[in-house]
């Protein structure tokens, strides 16, 4: 692909993506940044969040897991829809109840200062290493087929990743990122779509029905696995759906940030309805979209790459046509910020509100610069952290996503799993220990399980063993009174 042609796409893109950012940033006050002005309409919210859960990730590992896993995956996302309920049913009416700004605000009316900190801390750990991971994909594949052709370093092509991000959401913040994620949302979809019609073509589909068939024949397509032992268990991830879905969202200020712009409860839960009908019918087109890559690789006598994470990539950019393949590229760059920008705001929101109390202890016209501070400085972390994986990680990204949520999310699922299904109190100065040792402890359980419990192998749901001993942990530590 002529790296002059995806230059020109990508400014094309973000030239929009600034656009916006000027547009919705014109009558910002100190708490648009935080809030959206809490004016945001609904379907924009919902429509925005596909892009902000799925990521680059979705777009890249799913369809590239399916060699591995087949449609196993699709079993975490049947999960998903009972974590919506809960979150919509539960967790949403206490947030608009207390009117929250910073969800993790409610630990410490519930248990008190070190539980409060705990709680912010553990979602700051997780959004910094699963965001920066889900963007250090994106940015290894605008690599290879954009800044390696330019004789850019990797490590430049990040920093200017980074900063394109931080540029066109310092000002408008929450606000900005309702809108652009709307942007990217449509193009990542797109992407998937007409690569999907490209590719029916190439292999002779003549109807909806020949492309549903050429899927649902294939042995990739297996949906369910009943073997007790394996990790893809059915029971295994359909379970691990639901809580992966009620930690990494409804506990996670980046998507609830998003919900909380909203008017009102009766509109966030409008949006959390539609959002999960369509992010059921999305994984299942990604995972669909696998079986045709992989389908077209074998027709056309295409070797497969090492990992499965560059399956996508290889076709698109070597072996598509140029218009495929330009969609490709407007794909993965929307798929890249529509997930990386909102985190940068969600975690600027969480140290300002959680670590600075920056309503109690800064005078209103010392908030913004103050603000400003924290958000570039979580934009350099962010790129450190991206330089980290592109010497470590080693596997499929989509599975290293859901493994550090396993354990960083674990605490946070204990925590409000006691606040809010019992009445105690707990011994508020212990909690860091106990949040510190329950994923610990679950991690030699998890790489001894097969020699400690019968060939069991531990897969997501080491996140509710995380969370059990969490839980278990604060009821030992409950007060007498």
């Not at 890249?336 to 940068?344: F, G, N, Q, R, V």
């Not at 103050?370 to 450190?384: D, E, P, Y």
Request: glycine content about 6%.
């Amino acid at each position: 692909m002529n790296p002059q042609v995806v230059l020109l796409v990508i400014s094309a893109y973000f030239l929009l993506l600034f656009l916006i950012s000027w547009y919705t940033s014109r009558h910002v006050t100190a708490d648009t940044f935080f809030t959206g002005d809490r004016q945001s309409p609904w379907f924009l919210v919902a429509f925005g969040m596909i892009g902000a859960s799925l990521s680059g990730v979705t777009f890249i590992s799913v369809p590239g897991e399916v060699g591995n896993t087949n449609f196993y995956y699709f079993q975490v996302v049947l999960g998903y829809t009972v974590g919506y309920f809960t979150i919509a049913k539960v967790l949403l009416p206490l947030y608009y109840r207390l009117n929250l700004i910073s969800i993790y605000s409610y630990l410490e009316d519930r248990f008190g200062f070190w539980s409060y900190k705990t709680g912010a801390f553990f979602f700051i750990l997780s959004r910094a290493l699963g965001s920066s991971l889900r963007l250090y994909l994106v940015a290894s594949v605008l690599q290879l087929i954009l800044f390696d052709d330019l004789g850019i370093p990797f490590w430049v092509s990040v920093l200017i990743t980074v900063a394109l991000i931080w540029l066109y959401t310092f000002r408008g913040g929450i606000k900005t990122v309702v809108w652009t994620d709307t942007l990217q949302t449509a193009f990542m979809l797109l992407a998937v779509v007409v690569t999907i019609l490209f590719i029916g073509s190439e292999l002779g589909l003549k109807s909806l029905g020949d492309y549903i068939s050429s899927v649902a024949e294939d042995s990739r397509a297996e949906i369910f696995n009943w073997d007790w032992k394996a990790g893809t268990n059915f029971f295994k991830q359909f379970i691990s759906g639901a809580f992966i879905t009620i930690v990494m969202t409804g506990l996670d200020q980046d998507m609830m940030q998003k919900n909380l712009t909203c008017k009102n409860i009766g509109e966030a839960q409008k949006n959390m309805f539609w959002f999960t009908i369509i992010l059921v019918i999305v994984n299942l087109l990604f995972l669909s979209l696998g079986v045709m890559l992989y389908l077209y690789a074998e027709t056309k006598g295409i070797s497969l790459p090492d990992k499965t994470d560059q399956l996508f990539p290889l076709l698109a950019t070597e072996h598509f046509s140029a218009f495929a393949g330009i969609v490709f590229v407007l794909g993965i760059t929307a798929a890249a910020y529509s997930s990386a920008d909102s985190t940068l705001t969600a975690l600027t929101t969480s140290f300002c509100f959680d670590f600075l109390q920056i309503e109690r202890n800064y005078a209103p016209e010392e908030r913004v610069a103050l603000r400003k501070k924290v958000h570039l400085a979580f934009t350099a972390l962010m790129f450190l952290l991206i330089l980290s994986f592109h010497w470590l990680n080693d596997q499929s990204v989509i599975n290293s996503v859901f493994i550090i949520a396993g354990y960083t999310y674990g605490p946070l699922l204990g925590l409000y799993s006691f606040g809010l299904f019992t009445t105690w109190r707990v011994k508020d100065r212990i909690v860091p220990y106990v949040a510190i040792a329950a994923p610990i402890v679950t991690f030699v359980i998890a790489s001894n399980s097969e020699q400690l419990l019968w060939g069991y192998k531990f897969g997501f749901e080491a996140l509710i063993l995380n969370g059990l001993l969490m839980f278990l942990g604060l009821y030992l530590l409950r007060k007498k009174d």
